[in-house]
Each structure stands twice: as structure tokens, then as C-alpha cells.
């Protein structure tokens, strides 16, 4: 049935480059609902850019139909792929595709595509480059946040403070779901990465900061997605746990 809806919009025959010069990185967990709509949407832009490229839906173990919907496209695009992981959490499943992934850029993207898709441009050279590390911002000059409650924004902040106290000063936006990394950096850094959970954002920032690698911020717009699967205060508190550890782990002198 998939694969009859999206065959309007994939080519019929495509072969696929055997290094992409990006990959679109999502980590999905029961998004069945929201794949249908979003993975046509990022292969359309995909199609405008000269250069190749993939699509990796890394599935965390879902159990709805996000593996049955992601095969029925990839049947029709070779260049979009299903991995399929054991259920780890978001950062298990970010760092199984990043490492999975041959490309020269590898941008993690939320399956909800809150950002725009056609903003991925301005992470990319010619627009941006000589960095490690991009990271989506939603804060200061040029970000704009669209429909977010101001309780979810007010929590956002406070938890955004006690990163940037404990781990990663100046950095105004660590949790964006909107991220770039050369191949350097990813398998230099997720490697090491520890975090299995939502915190794994912070590990891996702090980890690009005590390499010395560049990392810069790209302000974007944001749309708020009522049906995220953040809880915005058991994931929280469990973030701060996290975070704790992260910076316990550092005192110990367990990161290389």
C-alpha cells in the first residue's frame, strides 16, 4: 500500500552512491504517523541537490509500523535506508547511524522535521563551512521559535543553564534535534559517547569541546510539534541525572 502512495514521488529507478556526500540521520521510535508525511517531504528537497545522498531511518526498536513504512519507500529510493537497532534510546540510536553512515556530512534530524527541510542548505558548503560541528539554534539573533508553549520554553532555559554552568558555557541551544557533523568528528566522537538517552547531545558537545573541534551554531526556525515524544518533565529530570553523570565522568577522568 506504501509503496503504491509514494511511487508518484520516487523514481522509479535509482542507484544509489556508494559514498553520499550527505546523509540525513533520523532516529525514530514509534513515528509511524509522522513518517508518511515527513520522509516524502526530505526526499523532495534531496531530489534539487546535485550532490548524492541517503536518508537513514535508524528505528530504536519500535513496535507500531515505522519499519513496514520506511521499507515500502526505500522499495521504491534505494538511497533511503532502514537500520534497524535494539531499543537503546534516541542517543543509542543516533550513534549506531552516525557510525553506519559513509557520508562526508551526517546531519541528524528529528522525524517530526520541525526545522524546515530546505534550512539543512545553510549547515552545508558552499553556504557554511570550515567547522566540525553545526548545531541548530533556536535562541538569539536570526532563530525563531513558531507555537511553542511558554512553560516548555521556561524549562527548555533552566535546563539549558545548568548545562551551560556544568558543561558546555555559551553554548545557547545544546538540545536542538538539528545537528551537522563532518565524518571526522562523528567517528571521532561518537565512539566514545556514553549517553544512550536524550542527554547524549551534551556528551557529544562536550566531548567535540575537549578535542578542540569548531563547533558553531546556525540559528533556525522552529516549529513546536504537539505530539513530540519528550515528556517535558520525566525526560527532563532524567536529562539532569544524565548531565550529572556526564560531569562526574569527566571529573574521573574516564573520557579519553
Not at 70 to 84: K, Y
Not at 98 to 112: G, I, Q, T
Not at 150 to 172: D, E
Request: charge should be negative; proline fraction near 7%.
Amino acid at each position: 500500500m506504501w509503496a503504491t502512495l509514494f511511487c508518484a514521488c520516487i523514481p522509479e529507478s535509482v542507484i544509489p552512491d556508494a559514498t553520499p556526500q550527505l546523509s540525513l540521520v533520523v532516529p525514530a521510535y514509534n513515528e509511524e504517523r509522522r513518517l508518511p508525511e515527513t520522509l516524502p517531504r526530505a526526499i523532495a528537497y534531496l531530489e534539487e541537490r546535485r550532490d548524492p545522498w541517503e536518508i537513514r531511518v535508524v528505528d530504536d526498536g519500535s513496535s507500531d509500523g515505522t519499519c513496514d513504512i520506511v521499507e515500502s519507500i526505500a522499495a521504491g529510493d534505494p538511497r533511503v535506508v532502514l537500520q534497524r537497532e535494539p531499543h537503546r534510546g534516541k542517543g543509542g540510536a543516533v550513534r549506531a547511524g552516525m557510525l553506519a553512515s559513509k557520508a562526508d556530512y551526517r546531519f541528524l534530524c528529528d522525524a517530526d522535521f520541525s526545522m524546515p527541510v530546505a534550512e539543512v542548505e545553510r549547515f552545508l558548503p558552499p553556504y557554511l563551512g570550515n567547522y566540525d560541528i553545526a548545531i541548530g539554534s533556536r535562541e538569539g539573533p536570526g532563530a525563531l521559535r513558531v507555537g511553542e508553549p511558554w512553560r516548555r520554553h521556561a524549562m527548555g532555559r533552566v535546563f539549558n543553564r545548568m548545562i551551560q554552568t556544568l558543561l558546555l558555557p555559551g553554548v545557547a541551544d545544546s538540545q536542538c534535534g538539528f545537528k551537522c557533523f563532518t565524518a571526522h568528528a562523528a567517528e571521532l566522537l561518537f565512539p566514545q559517547q556514553t549517553v544512550d538517552g536524550f542527554a547524549f547531545d551534551v556528551e557529544i558537545l562536550f566531548l567535540a569541546r575537549q578535542a578542540g573541534l569548531e563547533v558553531v551554531e546556525v540559528p533556525i526556525t522552529w516549529h513546536y510539534m504537539d505530539e513530540s515524544s519528550v515528556h517535558p518533565v520525566r525526560d527532563t529530570w532524567r536529562m539532569g541525572r544524565e548531565v550529572l553523570r556526564i560531569r562526574a565522568r569527566h571529573g574521573l577522568g574516564r573520557y579519553r
